[in-house]
């Protein structure tokens, strides 16, 4: 099984500042034949489900705001929100797709400081 | 509107059994993979099932083989998940979620909680 492992596990960012969430994986996610990398990011708010955000490590989902972007191939990928907003506090998930089972990271707590 | 409704969710013994089932609308249901994905209370997110389009190829977690099973009717654009021997640790809002390699809409989930 591909372990995901985030760090960190919490994090606190004044408003309108820079956000940045690591993910490793265990092993490559990396795809040879297309050059994709088979990782996602969710957000997932209090009482919500998660929400896809990006795919393919670097595509925004639909309607997602450019404030957030996805980088990184092979084993170690990022996820940063420039200019944090209030609303997007949250809980932040890596997945990835390359190969079941589609493991998650722990997750990450984003909070404002 | 594109949507996800799951329906079935409760509580129920150690040892018990539970359907769920998961109602899409708005989109082509017969044309995507689904899957069942759950959290546990305060926990995170864990795949525990998907199913191709016509219920040809099923996956599952390791550690609900031999006790869940998924399946599908297209013709009423529905997902199930049958939970048979259900464990305490079972215990989680299980969503429903469309599948493009990734999981691109997710239904809003349904508890399941085994207790005595």
């Known amino acids: 099984d591909i372990v995901m492992t985030q760090s960190p596990d919490s994090l606190a960012v004044s408003l309108g500042e820079r956000a940045t969430i690591n993910c490793k994986s265990s092993?490559?996610?990396?795809?040879?034949?297309?050059?994709?990398?088979?990782l996602a990011w969710y957000q997932q708010k209090p009482g919500q489900p998660p929400k896809l955000l990006i795919y393919?490590?670097?595509t925004r989902g639909s309607g997602v705001p450019d404030r957030f972007s996805g980088s990184g191939s092979g084993t170690d990928f990022t996820l940063t929100i420039t200019s944090l907003q209030a609303e997007d506090v949250a809980v932040y998930y890596c997945q990835q797709y390359y190969s079941s089972p589609y493991t998650f990271g722990q997750g990450t707590k984003l909070e404002i400081k | 509107e594109v949507q996800l409704v799951e329906s079935g969710g409760g509580l129920v013994q150690p040892g018990g059994s539970l359907r769920l089932s998961c109602a899409a609308s708005g989109f082509t249901f017969s044309t995507y993979w689904m899957s069942w994905v759950r959290q546990a209370p305060g926990k995170g997110l864990e795949w525990v099932a998907s199913?191709?389009?016509?219920?040809?190829?099923?996956y599952y977690v390791d550690s609900v083989k031999g006790r869940f099973t998924i399946s599908r009717d297209n013709a009423k654009n529905s997902l199930y998940l049958q939970m048979n021997s259900l464990r305490a640790e079972d215990t989680a809002v299980y969503y429903c979620a469309r599948v493009t390699w990734f999981f691109d809409l997710w239904g809003r989930g349904t508890l399941v909680t085994v207790s005595s």
């Open positions: 393919w490590a670097s």
């Open positions: 199913i191709d389009q016509d219920g040809s190829e099923k």
């Open positions: 092993q490559s996610v990396l795809y040879s034949s297309n050059n994709k990398n088979y």
